[in-house]
């Protein structure tokens, strides 16, 4: 396919524009690019440059955490736990962002580094994401009250057929981290994927349609809820979203109805307040739990100690 979700999916641009524009923390809201960051321990993916991309990737910080943006080439970044107390377990960590920018600090690489503290080896998936205007002016101006009516939000069908490139990046990081799962201390039949807004778009095609991706559990972090049809071997799934979420958060939760009427486990946080974005941020709403919840829920299934 040509580019990637541009059209089915303009709605998540809200997810970005939220994402940015919210003062999640007391941090400045203003966007100032940034030199690309090394990424010393980033593996290409093999999937290829983003077809048609013409702008560059680029990088900006914002809330004192560090977005990129126009991401034409897929890496995956391993966190790896001391091997003394590594589990075996593995998740595919998948920021969010609108597909048009990758959260990489407070959904990526902190998340990361939670997981690897528990035990868990972690791989942060850069995805190739929707072009954008080069320009940041012009980026922000896209993303602002003006930029426009928004379209009618697909159905979780429609958002997976237009999701590719995607899909083919969270699959080529699945099959990355089973090859080398020797050295990783990975256990190949334990590997995870949560993804955040975008990112939990992403989970839910992997595991919908990604093939021999198969996660062996999954999370939602502040993704679409709306039913969908789930197969009878679905995962485990967990799902966080915060009641006053202005994408989510009033559309019913049909996702979960649909996992428990397939009989499949699943749990469900829905805090108070949170708002869209809130990933790893410390904030005074009691959604900064959601990780403390996701660990004891991966605990729960047995995936903080050693296979038996």
């Excluded at 069908?157 to 090859?179: G, H």
């Excluded at 049909?254 to 990933?279: C, Y």
Aim: include cysteine.
């Amino acid at each position: 396919m040509g580019r990637p979700v541009r059209s089915c999916l303009a709605t998540c641009s809200i997810a970005a524009a939220v994402a940015l524009a919210a003062p999640l923390q007391a941090q400045s809201d203003k966007m100032a690019g940034i030199p690309i960051p090394a990424q010393p321990s980033a593996i290409e993916l093999g999937t290829g440059t983003l077809p048609n991309a013409k702008a560059p990737e680029a990088w900006h910080s914002q809330y004192g955490s560090v977005f990129a943006r126009n991401v034409t080439v897929a890496t995956l970044t391993p966190f790896l736990p001391d091997p003394s107390k590594a589990t075996g377990a593995a998740v595919i960590v998948a920021p969010g962002g609108g597909f048009q920018t990758l959260s990489m600090e407070n959904e990526g690489w902190d998340v990361a580094r939670a997981l690897a503290a528990k035990g868990v080896a972690a791989f942060v998936l850069k995805y190739r994401l929707n072009q954008t205007p080069e320009d940041m002016a012009a980026f922000q101006r896209g993303l602002g009250p003006g930029a426009g009516p928004r379209p009618p939000r697909p159905s979780p069908e429609a958002m997976m057929a237009n999701l590719a490139p995607q899909i083919a990046d969270a699959r080529a990081a699945f099959a990355l981290v089973r090859k080398r799962a020797g050295e990783w201390h990975v256990d190949r039949d334990r590997i995870g994927m949560v993804g955040f807004s975008a990112g939990a778009m992403l989970t839910m095609a992997t595991t919908m349609v990604g093939q021999d991706a198969k996660p062996a559990f999954i999370g939602d972090i502040y993704g679409p809820v709306t039913p969908m049809t789930v197969p009878a071997d679905a995962p485990p799934l967990f799902v966080a979203l915060a009641a006053d979420d202005p994408l989510f958060g009033n559309a019913g939760f049909g996702l979960i109805d649909s996992w428990r009427a397939a009989k499949r486990p699943v749990e469900f946080h829905l805090f108070e307040q949170g708002g869209h974005g809130f990933g790893m941020y410390k904030k005074t709403t009691t959604s900064t739990g959601w990780f403390d919840a996701f660990a004891r829920w991966l605990d729960m299934h047995g995936y903080l100690k050693p296979a038996a």
